[in-house]
């Protein structure tokens, strides 16, 4: 089994900072790649940004220039550094990895998920 474990979310002012780690622990062989989706009451979960294993990165529309997301392979971490943050940026922001773990037999790829973290950017 595979653990996310996310902090750094919390009470910000618009305009203010946050940055949200996510760390994978457990049976990990290796991680394909690691990312942060969000989802606000009565909507769908969304992208908000991706860093695969070889680095590439994507970020939703909606917070290019303002959001970065980066990693630490060796600490298995994938961090989100959110800069001007709105209200609209108000969510709860899950972290997401796709691992790679041997079960014994073969090497398996499953898909994990965080328990969350509330961002509230509000005055």
């Known amino acids: 089994q595979v653990q996310l474990v996310e902090s750094g979310g919390g009470l910000v002012q618009p305009g203010g900072s946050l940055r949200l780690s996510c760390v994978a622990s457990?049976?990990?062989?290796?991680?394909?790649?690691m990312g942060w989706y969000r989802q606000t009451p009565g909507k769908e979960r969304e992208l908000v940004a991706v860093?695969?294993?070889?680095?590439?990165?994507n970020l939703a529309d909606s917070v290019k220039g303002r959001f970065t997301i980066s990693g630490d392979n060796a600490k298995n971490t994938v961090y989100l550094q959110m800069n001007s943050l709105k209200p609209e940026d108000t969510a709860v922001y899950y972290c997401?990895?796709?691992?790679?773990?041997?079960?014994?037999?073969?090497?398996?790829?499953?898909?994990?998920w965080g328990q969350g973290t509330q961002v509230t950017v509000s005055s």
């Open positions: 860093l695969t294993s070889g680095g590439t990165t």
């Open positions: 997401n990895a796709e691992v790679q773990s041997w079960s014994g037999f073969t090497y398996k790829t499953r898909n994990y």
């Open positions: 457990g049976s990990i062989f290796s991680i394909n790649r």
